[in-house]
């Protein structure tokens, strides 16, 4: 049977950034991500599509071409704070020092979240359909528990300390960093 011709366009995946693009749509590309980081900040992950090409400088067509879904263009724009987060774990479980690993694995998480409001929606929540999320999420989830347990066996955390726990803290650190600073009760 003769090949079918593909419906699906040439090239990489929605979002990547392929060697072979024109240096201007390069550029477009960084533009696109900029704003949406942008934006997501201030607005959120729900922000329209729209906004984020207004402040990229560049035409709703152009967004979706090069990240056709909201979930494409949220993965590629937080990409970096998703690495910082994914090697801050690897160094925790490395850590020979367990409480030391989880400390410097919540410090690392917690400043991620309050330092971009886009972000922390993101990692709490995720979006499912860019990501393997639901594989990704159990395997933190078990990694997280054998961190917590080492921690609890060298008697530095206490015993009743559960790893659910943990996204408890990291909300109650990103909704206060939501506050606005105005209603920040002096420390």
Same mark, same amino acid.
């Given at each position: 049977?003769?090949?079918?011709?593909?419906?699906?366009?040439?090239?990489?995946?929605?979002?990547?950034?392929?060697?072979?693009?024109?240096?201007?749509?390069?550029?477009?590309?960084?533009?696109?991500?900029?704003?949406?980081?942008?934006?997501?900040?201030?607005?959120?992950?729900?922000?329209?599509?729209?906004?984020?090409?207004?402040?990229?400088?560049?035409?709703?067509?152009?967004?979706?071409?090069?990240?056709?879904?909201?979930? @494409?263009?949220?993965?590629? !724009?937080?990409?970096? #704070?998703? +690495?910082?987060? =994914?090697?801050?774990?690897? *160094?925790?479980? &490395?850590?020979?020092?367990?409480?030391?690993?989880?400390?410097?694995?919540?410090?690392?998480?917690?400043?991620?979240?309050?330092?971009?409001?886009?972000?922390?929606?993101?990692?709490?929540?995720?979006?499912?359909?860019?990501?393997?999320?639901?594989?990704?999420?159990?395997? @933190?989830?078990?990694?997280? !528990?054998?961190?917590? #347990?080492? +921690?609890?066996? =060298?008697?530095?955390?206490? *015993?009743?300390? &559960?790893?659910?726990?943990?996204?408890?803290?990291?909300?109650?650190?990103?909704?206060?960093?939501?506050?606005?600073?105005?209603?920040?009760?002096?420390?």
């Amino acid at each position: 049977m003769p090949d079918q011709p593909s419906h699906k366009p040439p090239g990489p995946a929605a979002g990547e950034a392929p060697e072979e693009l024109r240096a201007d749509a390069r550029r477009n590309r960084e533009r696109v991500l900029d704003a949406a980081r942008e934006v997501f900040a201030a607005r959120g992950v729900d922000a329209p599509m729209s906004a984020v090409a207004r402040r990229a400088g560049v035409g709703v067509a152009t967004l979706y071409r090069r990240f056709p879904t909201r979930s @494409a263009l949220v993965t590629a !724009a937080f990409e970096d #704070q998703l +690495a910082v987060c =994914a090697s801050a774990f690897e *160094e925790a479980m &490395a850590d020979p020092n367990p409480g030391h690993g989880l400390y410097t694995l919540l410090e690392k998480v917690c400043t991620a979240l309050v330092t971009d409001h886009g972000f922390e929606t993101v990692f709490m929540a995720g979006f499912p359909e860019a990501l393997d999320y639901d594989r990704e999420r159990a395997c @933190a989830e078990d990694r997280l !528990a054998h961190l917590v #347990q080492r +921690a609890r066996d =060298a008697g530095q955390l206490r *015993e009743d300390f &559960a790893p659910a726990d943990i996204p408890l803290l990291l909300l109650a650190v990103s909704g206060l960093a939501a506050q606005p600073p105005e209603t920040a009760l002096p420390a």
